[in-house]
């Protein structure tokens, strides 16, 4: 409650806030005008024909969780070559009390997956990212919301996942994206992820799970261009209990906001297959 | 579509793009035509149907569509002029090209199909999952203009890289493929396009679906093969000046027909001889509640003498589209490069001893 207050603060105004406590219950905040916004925002979320809060549109987290979930202060690069321009920036952690909890075991692969960032991160070779970390990576993704299908499409290796709406399908196999069911709960979107395999990360500091993830994300409305973005993370091998991550999404406002391609795998086939090209004669 | 765990199989999408679209020897063109294409005529012909629409009024064409067909891209040269099978023949040539196409009934030592004698059958027939019935037009090709249903003339250009990729492909099949580098090697096979994903899409060896999502004001084109997202907006916006793997798409309606129009290609298309000059135009109309009719034109004065037009009609498909996994599982990608390395060594060794 107190996260989901934070975050309410910095989108809704003070009074709006208040208002929405006197009467009780989060969703009033939807429904009290709120006196500080523009014209063309109002204080009711956008809905979609079937009445649903229409998500659609292009967003992005801004923050550096895909450096690392957790606090980390600014730290030099891996390219001395490249300085300033392509160091680490410091951040506030999106994990709940900042605090991961992993089994003994898994703490120290986290540590050694840490050490060999650079050979070990499947977002270096251009593999699907998974989920969470596709929605905090510093790339725009897309929903395109309709009552049966939501598609996230996110700009990095051109991933992509559809969330079935109510449904009873199941995964045949291990995904890099994982399986997505989604229901509404309120204002809620809610969507449960599994079949996940073993491959992919949170972060670049080695944050990892098993293919026994479970992940279950809420997408919230909390103004007509942010979304509240909570996970709650799952995996018994890896972990002790469940933990939480949580960040807004802001909407990309731009005339013709536009996903485009990040097709990267040319930019890993180097790193993937250069010791395989054939050398020049001597 | 399939669910079974394919790793990428790119001397299988190598292979199936050239069953596809033999090139070279483009005899007999019928003289440049500008008639107008079959759907048109056969939406004429046919009981009216009504489109439902989406709540906020396109005609609605959302659903899970498959493409698979044994119709070849252009009209066997056998074939001469005929342009539409009867039934009758439509189930003869069926059975004869499913039979001729059955990896599993050729022995490489003797070849078949187009295999060498003494080449490579790269993958048996449990990996492929194309269509085995002709197209529901009963035409003899997918492409219906030219009238000869056949790939128009190679501009200059078009026939030296045609020579070139018919090089290349032998050479493939005789099991001694050009990779001195992965840049060697096709889009297809370094998974930076989809084999049959397009644009445009053209039938091929495996997951021959794609799903069709509308929201107000975008249509997206989704499809199973290297989980390829088109998200076309309908707004009337211009193209961007960004080129791109899959170019730069945006659409409009002209009735109950999608139009989806691509330039900006970054290199070659998925096509084999396309350039990055291409102009395409999709067309994408449902003529009734289980087909969805698929026009595509390409212009690419730089290859060819002439746009072409091409006719695949989908079929409404139960089946969700499921993750294809691609560059992930590209396992075959270094096996290619090795498998080059460890010849240019035993080349190496056997001029050595040669010349002792």
Redesign the interface.
């Known amino acids: 409650m107190q996260n989901w207050l934070r975050v309410a603060i910095s989108a809704a105004s003070k009074g709006a806030l208040i208002a929405g406590l006197m009467a009780g219950g989060i969703a009033a905040l939807w429904l009290v005008p709120m006196p500080n916004v523009s014209h063309a925002q109002t204080s009711k979320t956008a809905r979609t024909?079937?009445g649903k809060p229409n998500l659609?549109g292009i967003w992005e987290a801004l923050n550096t969780a895909n450096w690392d979930i957790q606090d980390h202060a600014a730290r030099m690069g891996p390219v001395v070559a490249l300085g300033a321009a392509f160091s680490i920036p410091a951040g506030r952690g999106v994990v709940e009390g900042n605090e991961i909890p992993y089994l003994p075991e898994a703490a120290a692969k986290k540590k050694e997956n840490s050490e060999h960032w650079l050979t070990a991160d499947p977002e270096i070779k251009?593999?699907?990212p998974g989920v969470p970390r596709a929605t905090y990576m510093p790339y725009p993704f897309?929903i395109?919301?309709?009552p049966q299908?939501i598609?996230m499409?996110y700009e990095f290796?051109?991933?992509?996942?559809?969330i079935?709406m109510n449904s009873k399908?199941k995964s045949?196999?291990d995904?890099?994206?994982g399986w997505s069911v989604g229901h509404w709960e309120g204002e809620t979107l809610v969507v449960d992820v599994t079949s996940f395999n073993d491959?992919t990360w949170f972060d670049r500091a080695g944050n990892f799970h098993s293919d026994a993830l479970h992940v279950v994300e809420r997408y919230t409305p909390i103004s007509p261009d942010a979304l509240d973005y909570e996970v709650t993370i799952e995996d018994p091998k890896i972990f002790s209990r469940p933990w939480k991550m949580r960040m807004p999404l802001y909407r990309h406002l731009e005339k013709?906001a536009?996903?485009?391609?990040y097709?990267c795998?040319?930019f890993a086939?180097e790193l993937?297959?250069g010791p395989?090209?054939?050398q020049k004669s001597k | 579509m399939s669910h079974r765990f394919f790793v990428t199989t790119g001397v299988v999408a190598l292979v199936i793009v050239v069953t596809l679209v033999a090139p070279g020897n483009v005899a007999g063109q019928a003289a440049s035509s500008t008639s107008k294409v079959a759907p048109r005529q056969a939406a004429a012909s046919a009981k009216p149907w009504t489109p439902p629409r989406t709540p906020d009024g396109q005609p609605d064409l959302q659903g899970v569509w498959d493409y698979r067909t044994i119709t070849p891209l252009e009209r066997p040269k056998e074939l001469g002029t005929k342009a539409f099978f009867t039934e009758e023949e439509a189930a003869k040539y069926e059975k004869t090209e499913n039979q001729r196409q059955n990896r599993d009934l050729i022995d490489p030592e003797q070849g078949g199909l187009f295999y060498p004698k003494g080449g490579v059958v790269p993958y048996n027939e449990f990996w492929y999952d194309r269509g085995n019935k002709v197209a529901g037009t009963k035409r003899t090709s997918l492409i219906v203009d030219p009238p000869d249903g056949r790939l128009p003339a190679w501009t200059p250009e078009g026939q030296k890289e045609a020579d070139l990729r018919a090089a290349a492909e032998r050479n493939d099949q005789l099991g001694h493929p050009a990779a001195d580098s992965w840049e060697d090697r096709p889009l297809q096979e370094r998974c930076l396009v989809g084999l049959n994903a397009g644009p445009p899409m053209v039938p091929g060896a495996y997951n021959n679906d794609v799903q069709l999502l509308q929201i107000s004001g975008y249509v997206v084109i989704l499809n199973e093969m290297v989980h390829s997202a088109r998200i076309v907006p309908l707004d009337g916006r211009p193209h961007g000046s960004v080129r791109q793997w899959r170019g730069d798409s945006v659409g409009h309606w002209e009735g109950n027909t999608l139009v989806v129009d691509t330039t900006n290609f970054r290199r070659e298309t998925s096509l084999p001889g396309s350039s990055a000059n291409t102009h395409l135009i999709e067309r994408f109309t449902r003529t009734d509640a289980n087909t969805l009719l698929y026009e595509f034109t390409v212009d690419d004065p730089t290859m060819w003498t002439r746009p072409w037009t091409a006719v695949v009609p989908m079929t409404k498909s139960d089946d969700p589209i499921y993750e294809y996994a691609c560059h992930e599982g590209n396992y075959a990608m270094s096996g290619i490069l090795a498998g080059a390395r460890a010849a240019d060594k035993a080349a190496a060794e056997a001029g050595k001893s040669g010349s002792k």
């Open positions: 024909a079937d659609n251009c593999y699907m897309q395109v919301q309709t299908h598609l499409a290796a051109g991933a992509t996942r559809t079935y399908l045949p196999n995904t890099w994206m491959q013709d536009q996903l485009l391609e097709q795998v040319e086939e993937l297959y395989l090209r054939k």
